[in-house]
């Protein structure tokens, strides 16, 4: 069983913790980590129907046990609700708990979940404190790390939001385990991204423990996610508000987004999506001669390994393509904006392509 680590997420003007441990979800770690951030009442946990009994049931009980006064509110899943319809009922189910300005929000569930409750908490009397208890891989190595929240709207995905830093990020490897495995692999793609983006050794060590990671151990499961979080952190203390290196982060995601959105996120997992958007980045860097052949290979088999999908859907309309490239947030004076990847472990960012290199990349 894997130790606790605690990671500091160190930025500018705050200061919070990645806590990373096999069963700190059930052993009192979490429930610690509650009761010293505590500070008002009640703390209210934000959850999926599914994820209630499993996880907050048993944080709640034991709250209660220490005479802390908890409330539930259950939103339930989907990308599709990730609007500000949906906002409504979680501003007005955090009024009707009673949360005050020392209030704590809980979100226990994956990334649309965290997305929603930490701009709801960002937002709320004007930024209320909110722990994550990220519970997919690709929450947990993402979308709670580093603050960005948001919404939805009809002309694109996470247009509404907020960078608000949350108070703590609570993470147990545990929960992967009842992860459907088309969802774990989606999530071990922004994982490989990674390896990509920062540090070969890491893509290597990935490839290594590929059995381990597909099987669940969560020994090894503990260990990249640690890796990820470091990494992530790192960035996001160089650059919180995305002006400049934390655009590495998108590598994969300028086409990626573009694929779940022109397929109207019903064929695609986001990161298979991504992962399809880094070959064809990789394809676009060949074109630019940015990224050597040899790099693309490199790429495409990897994970091709984790059994994630690589080739672009030419079959795409061009139009509803370059529709979503456009009212993407990346787009920046109707330049589309690229990371390049160099080699394995380094790459360019805020990179402008054209639209005909796109074409000739990805259509021919
Ligand atoms: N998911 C990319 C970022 O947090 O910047």
Same mark, same amino acid.
């Given at each position: 069983?894997?130790?606790?680590?605690?990671?500091?997420?160190?930025?500018?003007?705050?200061?919070?913790?990645?806590?990373?441990?096999?069963?700190?979800?059930?052993?009192?770690?979490?429930?610690?980590?509650?009761?010293?951030?505590?500070?008002?009442?009640?703390?209210?946990?934000?959850?999926?129907?599914?994820?209630?009994?499993?996880?907050?049931?048993?944080?709640?009980?034991?709250?209660?046990?220490?005479?802390?006064?908890?409330?539930?509110?259950?939103?339930?899943?989907?990308?599709?609700?990730?609007?500000?319809?949906?906002?409504?009922?979680?501003?007005?189910?955090?009024?009707?708990?009673?949360?005050? =300005?020392? /209030? *704590?929000?809980? %979100?226990?569930?994956? @990334?649309?979940?965290? !997305?929603?409750?930490? +701009?709801?908490?960002?937002? #709320?009397?004007?930024?209320?404190?909110?722990?994550?208890?990220?519970?997919?891989?690709?929450?947990?190595?993402?979308?709670?790390?580093?603050?960005?929240?948001?919404?939805?709207?009809?002309?694109?995905?996470?247009?509404?939001?907020?960078?608000?830093?949350?108070?703590?990020?609570?993470?147990?490897?545990?929960?992967?385990?009842?992860?459907?495995?088309?969802?774990? =692999?989606? /999530? *071990?793609?922004? %994982?490989?991204?990674? @390896?990509?983006?920062? !540090?070969?050794?890491? +893509?290597?060590?990935?490839? #290594?423990?590929?059995?381990?990671?597909?099987?669940?151990?969560?020994?090894?499961?503990?260990?990249?996610?640690?890796?990820?979080?470091?990494?992530?952190?790192?960035?996001?203390?160089?650059?919180?508000?995305?002006?400049?290196?934390?655009?590495?982060?998108?590598?994969?995601?300028?086409?990626?987004?573009?694929?779940?959105?022109?397929?109207?996120?019903?064929?695609?997992?986001? /990161?298979?999506?991504?992962?399809?958007?880094?070959?064809?980045?990789?394809?676009?860097?060949?074109?630019?001669?940015?990224?050597?052949?040899?790099?693309?290979?490199?790429?495409?088999?990897?994970?091709?390994?984790?059994?994630?999908?690589?080739?672009?859907?030419?079959?795409?309309?061009?139009?509803?393509?370059?529709?979503?490239?456009?009212?993407?947030?990346?787009?920046?004076?109707?330049?589309?904006?690229?990371?390049?990847?160099?080699?394995?472990?380094?790459?360019?960012?805020?990179?402008?392509?054209?639209?005909?290199?796109?074409?000739?990349?990805?259509?021919?």
């Amino acid at each position: 069983m894997s130790q606790l680590s605690i990671l500091p997420v160190r930025l500018a003007e705050r200061e919070y913790d990645i806590g990373i441990g096999d069963h700190l979800l059930t052993n009192g770690v979490a429930v610690e980590h509650l009761l010293s951030l505590r500070q008002s009442e009640p703390i209210v946990f934000v959850t999926h129907p599914a994820l209630l009994l499993r996880y907050v049931t048993p944080l709640v009980t034991s709250l209660e046990k220490e005479g802390v006064r908890c409330h539930t509110l259950v939103y339930p899943p989907g990308e599709h609700r990730k609007t500000l319809a949906g906002m409504m009922k979680i501003y007005s189910g955090f009024a009707q708990a009673g949360v005050d =300005r020392k /209030g *704590l929000v809980v %979100v226990v569930g994956g @990334g649309v979940l965290g !997305d929603m409750v930490g +701009f709801a908490a960002a937002t #709320f009397m004007r930024g209320v404190r909110f722990v994550q208890i990220p519970t997919t891989l690709l929450a947990q190595v993402d979308a709670s790390v580093g603050g960005k929240t948001a919404v939805d709207l009809p002309e694109g995905k996470n247009l509404v939001g907020a960078f608000y830093q949350p108070s703590a990020v609570l993470i147990d490897p545990q929960t992967l385990n009842s992860l459907p495995l088309r969802e774990l =692999r989606s /999530g *071990l793609a922004e %994982v490989i991204k990674y @390896g990509i983006i920062w !540090d070969k050794s890491f +893509f290597e060590r990935l490839r #290594f423990l590929r059995k381990s990671l597909l099987s669940r151990d969560t020994e090894a499961l503990g260990e990249i996610i640690r890796v990820c979080c470091e990494i992530k952190a790192e960035v996001v203390k160089q650059d919180e508000t995305e002006q400049n290196v934390r655009a590495i982060l998108n590598f994969g995601h300028t086409v990626g987004h573009a694929i779940e959105a022109a397929t109207h996120y019903k064929v695609y997992k986001h /990161g298979e999506a991504i992962a399809i958007g880094m070959v064809s980045e990789a394809l676009i860097g060949e074109k630019l001669g940015i990224t050597p052949m040899t790099v693309t290979a490199e790429i495409e088999a990897a994970l091709s390994e984790f059994g994630l999908p690589t080739r672009f859907p030419k079959s795409l309309p061009q139009t509803e393509f370059f529709d979503a490239m456009m009212q993407d947030k990346k787009t920046v004076f109707g330049e589309f904006k690229f990371v390049l990847a160099e080699e394995v472990g380094r790459v360019l960012y805020g990179q402008t392509v054209s639209r005909e290199v796109i074409e000739r990349s990805l259509f021919d």
